[in-house]
């Protein structure tokens, strides 16, 4: 069946977009460090206490079978399925740009946390959505083994993360990311803030103040060790 000339201009304005999307090389940072964010915030929010199993299911002579348990926000059945569907969050995203160096970056447009939001110097419409997903895609069809892999271990902070994949694995940014990041709007990085100040007063209180978190430092090291 034929296509309508109205039909025709879409593809050919879509295609447009998508082969400018990938000579953008602001589009790919930002989307690199978008989608990271993303995935760091997921797994966050999932239970560290809920774990599955994983290792090899055969059973040897003996009758044994070497398995053990891993935080099921680790694992690669969790992150594949996470990585899968991570970029159907680009269309909660506007491009921003910074008024003195022109530089584009991209920001929420609603709240994780359901506060009103401050926005200033922001662009919202279709093609940038498709442009952003699109870059998303392209990123995880490249380095999804990657991703993958670098989210099943604990301890890199966002900025660290986003330098790993964005920077040295993907090389789609030219700098480092900073610890603070304009891809969260600015009430969730205060909240972050108070978050790792609240830590921080935590880990200085006394060590019998300690002992009421049962075990879990010690249940923690020992997966980390397996």
Excluded at 17 to 43: M, N, P, T
Aim: with cysteine; aromatic share 6%; net charge negative.
């Amino acid at each position: 069946m034929l296509m309508n000339f109205g039909e025709v201009l879409t593809v050919l304005a879509l295609f447009w977009v998508f082969c400018s999307a990938k000579r953008d090389a602001e589009l790919y940072c930002g989307a690199c460090h978008v989608l990271v964010d993303e995935i760091d915030y997921a797994i966050r929010k999932i239970d560290p206490r809920k774990t599955i199993q994983v290792g090899s299911f055969r059973v040897d002579p003996k009758g044994n079978q070497k398995t053990w348990e891993i935080p099921y926000a680790r694992s690669e059945v969790y992150l594949t399925e996470l990585v899968e569907t991570v970029c159907e969050k680009m269309n909660q995203y506007a491009q921003s740009t910074d008024p003195d160096t022109q530089k584009k970056s991209y920001v929420r447009t609603s709240s994780r946390n359901g506060e009103t939001l401050s926005l200033s110097n922001i662009s919202m419409n279709q093609d940038i959505s498709k442009a952003l997903r699109f870059a998303c895609e392209s990123i995880i069809e490249d380095f999804e083994d990657d991703m993958v892999k670098l989210f099943s271990k604990e301890g890199p902070k966002l900025h660290e993360l986003q330098n790993s994949l964005c920077m040295e694995t993907a090389e789609l940014c030219s700098e480092p990311a900073s610890e603070k990041q304009v891809t969260k709007p600015a009430a969730e990085t205060a909240e972050a803030e108070t978050t790792e100040a609240e830590t921080t007063e935590t880990e200085g209180t006394e060590p019998e103040n300690r002992e009421s978190d049962g075990t879990q430092p010690e249940a923690t090291e020992a997966r980390e060790d397996l």
